[in-house]
């Protein structure tokens, strides 16, 4: 599938773009930036697609059938709308919207010109994840009765940092959504969803802390937090089932094994990790496979 990408920023110069280059099932045959140069420049390092000074021009471009949308959240639902309406499939960086409103018109876009649409939660293709979601298929921990994620470090970013700038920062923005994302990966669908968001520690015009409980529909509870007061980092996920549980600690694309608890034992899961700078290529292989 022959791929644009919206947007050269870090996230599509250190995973996108070396992803795309990394898989057979992919050609990155256009990007675009603002500051053209910058665009270019950007090119010369990933093989020479055609670079452009804006996304308007990207999805005029008649060999591109998928785009990747790499730029702050505020710009996601015009961006994805846009491609959509030039008959482009989108894969949207995370988080994919400011709100409800603009997920609803992201998806009616999609839908109304027969694309499709997927949010770039690159830890539902992490191997440890794909290894427990098997592990709970196979019924090894029975029925998953409570699920939970959590992330906590210290944030300190300066002024002008737009992780503290309203619509695009903020932890749950930030940091919750990846977790979340991973907490309904494994109980299902939500019933129920109720929240604390606050800024408990900093002077920020946006969240530093969440708290979240999930209802499922299929009768269990999840539990996500994030904590950006408090160093030093965590992240994990634990489910739990009616027979055992599973644990993934720490929950990072780098990590290469899982465990799962047993009333007769123990047992540590080996998972080949993913290599650097190539995170993304199991999820965009999967969104090219959907």
Not at 33 to 51: H, I, S, Y
Request: hydrophobic share 40%.
């Amino acid at each position: 599938m022959k791929f644009g990408i919206i947007g050269c920023g870090s996230i599509a110069e250190n995973s996108f773009g070396p992803s795309l280059l990394a898989s057979e099932r992919t050609d990155l045959v256009a990007v675009c930036r603002r500051d053209l140069e910058a665009a270019k420049a950007f090119a010369a390092r990933f093989n020479g697609p055609r670079a452009y000074g804006s996304a308007a021009e990207l999805v005029r471009d008649d060999r591109v059938e998928a785009v990747i949308v790499s730029t702050p959240t505020d710009t996601h639902c015009d961006y994805t709308c846009l491609a959509a309406e030039h008959g482009k499939h989108v894969l949207c960086e995370k988080p994919m919207a400011r709100n409800a409103a603009e997920c609803r018109e992201m998806i009616a876009a999609c839908q109304a010109h027969g694309v499709t649409l997927a949010v770039a939660y690159r830890r539902r293709t992490c191997p440890q994840v794909v290894a427990a979601k098997r592990l709970i298929a196979a019924g090894r921990i029975g029925r998953v009765v409570f699920a939970r994620t959590h992330y906590s470090g210290r944030w300190d970013p300066e002024a002008g940092d737009w992780r503290i700038e309203p619509g695009i920062g903020g932890a749950l923005m930030e940091m919750a959504s990846h977790r979340i994302e991973v907490l309904l990966n494994f109980g299902g669908r939500p019933q129920s969803v109720s929240a604390v968001v606050d800024a408990v520690d900093h002077d920020w015009p946006v969240d530093d802390t969440d708290a979240l409980i999930v209802r499922f529909e299929g009768g269990g509870i999840g539990m996500h937090s994030t904590i950006l007061t408090s160093p030093p980092r965590r992240d994990f996920a634990q489910i739990d089932g009616d027979g055992g549980r599973i644990l993934i600690d720490p929950l990072e694309l780098t990590t290469d094994h899982l465990i799962l608890e047993l009333p007769d034992g123990t047992e540590r899961i080996e998972v080949e990790p993913l290599q650097e700078k190539l995170f993304d290529l199991p999820m965009i292989e999967d969104f090219v496979a959907a």
